[in-house]
């Protein structure tokens, strides 16, 4: 089976979107393998996100990581980076194909509700960052 790494960002948590994001996460056939909530300091954020410094984006996206709490979610299935992917949609709202997650409650390219790892080498780098082994629990 295959992880990625999922994080409900600061908007999608202030909206109240948690339970209908995870409901069409559990309907796409993922399994949860560990889940929480956090608060990242920018200092955080600016870790996570590291691979983006010196990008345009990047203080902005920092700062919003950092503006609230978020759920970043261990995900499990065959193809799960990549049936993710298509799950949320393009990072651009606009662009998201219909149904998408993104095309459904993003505000906009900035604030676009969920994060997803975009390799299988880069989910298992975002998964340690945020859970120890210990926490991911297996649910077969």
């Keep these: 089976m295959e992880q990625t790494l999922a994080i409900l960002k600061p908007d999608c948590v202030r909206r109240g979107l948690i339970g209908e ?3 069409r996460i559990e309907a796409a056939g993922f399994r949860i393998r560990a889940m929480k909530m956090v608060h990242l300091t920018k200092k955080e954020a600016e870790g996570f ?3 983006h410094r010196g990008r ?7 700062t919003f990581m950092s503006s ?5 979610m261990v995900l499990e299935k065959e193809n799960a980076v990549a049936d993710f992917r298509a799950l949320i ?15 459904e409650f993003a505000e906009s390219k900035g ?17 340690n960052f945020f859970f120890p082994s210990i926490e991911l629990v297996d649910r077969s």
Aim: glycine fraction near 8%; charge should be negative; hydrophobic fraction near 40%.
């Design 21 to 23: 994001v995870i409901r």
């Design 111 to 127: 604030q676009n509700i969920v994060h997803g790892s975009d390799s299988v080498e880069n989910a298992r780098i975002e998964i």
């Design 68 to 72: 609230g709490p978020c759920v970043p």
């Design 89 to 103: 949609g393009a990072t651009d709202p606009a662009e998201a194909a219909e149904g998408t997650i993104r095309r």
């Design 49 to 51: 996100y590291a691979v």
């Design 56 to 62: 345009p984006f990047f203080d902005e996206l920092t």
